[in-house]
DNA sequence: CACGCATTGTGAAACGTTTCATAGCCTCGC
DNA sequence: GCGAGGCTATGAAACGTTTCACAATGCGTG
């Protein structure tokens, strides 16, 4: 059914050799020749095998990475990213998703691993597959960490720095006049998640203010929402004045849940989210936010990636830290707050 | 560098075949053996080479899906569909984004053609690639065109009536008085986009009225707000007093970019999107938008894809169609316009 | 005219699996 | 005690490439 090479060969007169060499060294064979095998393969409907391709070459063309959550926006946009650098290499971006969870992300490298791709972009989930990552650098397969630092000096990563956005985040509020402020986000086990908690906290302590966690389940817009009704349901003197929350999908919930149990943003509270993704600025109170560079972050990681696959074993692994950035929307733009 | 089988059959002191049966038919080698293997197997940290087992199997485990824009959440959820029952069969899905692109569109069914992959979802940029996708098909493997009805009878599909959404939305505007309507979105060379429009202009027709076309480049809020800017700058005289965009992504743009233009929502111009994302009833002003199914649209297709994988040959192309739903929000709830 | 060299083409080996026909060994029933 | 038949294990073939050492051919040069 599926033509080979070796029909092809025949079909043009050719050996197997003159064939392979037509599909990858096309000036090592004589225009007429070449002219021949072209129309066979046509004629004929081939097209390349490629696990028998990767199976002999022992290197796949196949890039993979592995994201928290697809439908988060962020991640998206760093996908978006990464894919531009990937394919102008003549390379294949493959995504795939954890959803925050152990498990998956576990499977997912199993069977990258076996397909022994070129190289792995991840976010990891926590920090409980050290060990797997470990074997794929040691099969062979580079392995680049994205939006996420790594003590690990033999293993690339670009990061932004959380605990700077954390503060950022934090002394804006302070600035505001906020004293009571919480932080809506989870799980903390994920690094990002305790590195914006602890940034912020940081910041608060050096103004006297502690920083009061509501963990939630995942860092999505539903989860948002369950956030906002447990906070609605305080009462008003234990309230926060202000939310930090981990992430835009959970401030846009939070925002939605607040607005439902009657709180007004941003006069009863003050909200600030995190990532700047492009729905943030449409949002029914456009959010104050912590912007991240996602299209450069993935684009970065790629070029490292490929870079490190390029001259394989000699590399120089580096750690870039980009910076974030706090962009002011009407989230936080009420009336000052009293201090105290 | 990677043990292969040949050094864990020596390793347990068994033959070649005798490891592949541990792997494969656990239960056809005697419990005492497999143990020997299997300890062979995690001391020299063996992972099976996929490329080898592919090319001998003759079939792969992992499915792709193409989809037009990885940023736009409809697609996201209808991956997050689609993955669901994908690894529930114990396989892998690979998401690639042609853009709406042609050429990136092309460049991937043939990288995928050359992976054998276990079969296809697809939502195709246009009709350019029929013939491609036929090949797919003689080759054995199986086409699913998702958001996207087919007349075609060899192959399944799965879809959303859209020119039962455009009616929906049409209707509702003229409900609410409006005659002056205009479609944005583009490029109508996407099909999606074409029935849409013909739904909605088929219905103001019935009212005696009819659809300007404001074609744009992409379905993106870079392209919303662009739209938006040319609105604006019509006399008042002749602007339109409804707008229904393409999608969701095209109407939040607008609405940006109408309010910066001065422009009020729903009072200047109503609005209504397309898709019910799970941002459009948080925005500034919560969108009216046409529901799909949307995970219920990735699960279904992937699952006619596995069956027809499955038993390979005999196989009964159905064609599902949904129904879309119309959500009535803010953006189109202002006061009655005085018909005319 | 013979020699070396450049240009093309050849055929076999190798990549790491899975599969399949076969062989050895037991046990069971007669 | 012997043949039938069930378990296990074996080794070779096959999957479709790429690669590599080598052969054949033709050409210019001394």
């Given at each position: 059914m599926a033509a080979s090479i070796k029909e092809v060969a025949q079909r043009a007169g050719v050996s197997l050799g003159t064939v392979s060499n037509v599909l990858n060294r096309p000036d090592a064979v004589a225009p007429q020749t070449r002219q021949r095998v072209l129309e066979a393969i046509k004629e004929l409907g081939y097209v390349r095998n490629d696990s028998a391709r990767q199976l002999r070459a022992g290197r796949s063309r196949t890039v993979a990475i592995v994201v928290l959550d697809v439908s988060n926006p962020f991640f998206t946009d760093v996908v978006r990213g990464a894919e531009t650098v990937v394919e102008a290499a003549g390379g294949m971006l493959v995504v795939c998703s954890s959803g925050e969870d152990a498990a998956r992300e576990r499977h997912h490298l199993d069977l990258l691993e076996e397909q022994r791709v070129r190289g792995l972009l991840i976010t990891p989930v926590g920090d409980d597959h050290h060990d797997r990552l470990e074997r794929l650098v040691a099969r062979g397969i580079p392995v680049v960490l994205v939006d996420r630092g790594s003590g690990h000096s033999h293993r690339c990563s670009v990061a932004v720095d959380d605990r700077l956005g954390g503060r950022l985040a934090a002394e804006h509020l302070v600035e505001c006049g906020h004293r009571a402020v919480a932080f809506v986000g989870g799980p903390l086990a994920i690094p990002q998640v305790a590195d914006r908690h602890a940034g912020a906290a940081a910041a608060l302590a050096e103004h006297g203010a502690d920083l009061r966690v509501l963990e939630t389940r995942s860092l999505t817009v539903a989860a948002g929402r369950q956030a906002a009704e447990s906070i609605c349901a305080l009462p008003p003197a234990q309230r926060p004045t202000a939310l930090f929350c981990a992430n835009d999908l959970l401030a846009l919930g939070v925002l939605q849940g607040l607005t439902v149990g009657g709180l007004r943003v941003p006069q009863d509270i003050a909200l600030v989210g995190y990532d700047d993704i492009e729905f943030a600025g449409a949002a029914a109170v456009p959010l104050t936010s912590v912007r991240q560079p996602r299209e450069q972050l993935g684009r970065t990681a790629a070029q490292m990636l490929l870079e490190e696959a390029e001259n394989d074993g000699d590399h120089d692994h580096r750690h870039v830290v980009f910076q974030p950035q706090l962009v002011v929307r009407?989230?936080?733009?009420?009336?000052?707050h009293p201090p105290g």
């Open positions: 009407q989230s936080t733009a009420g009336a000052q």
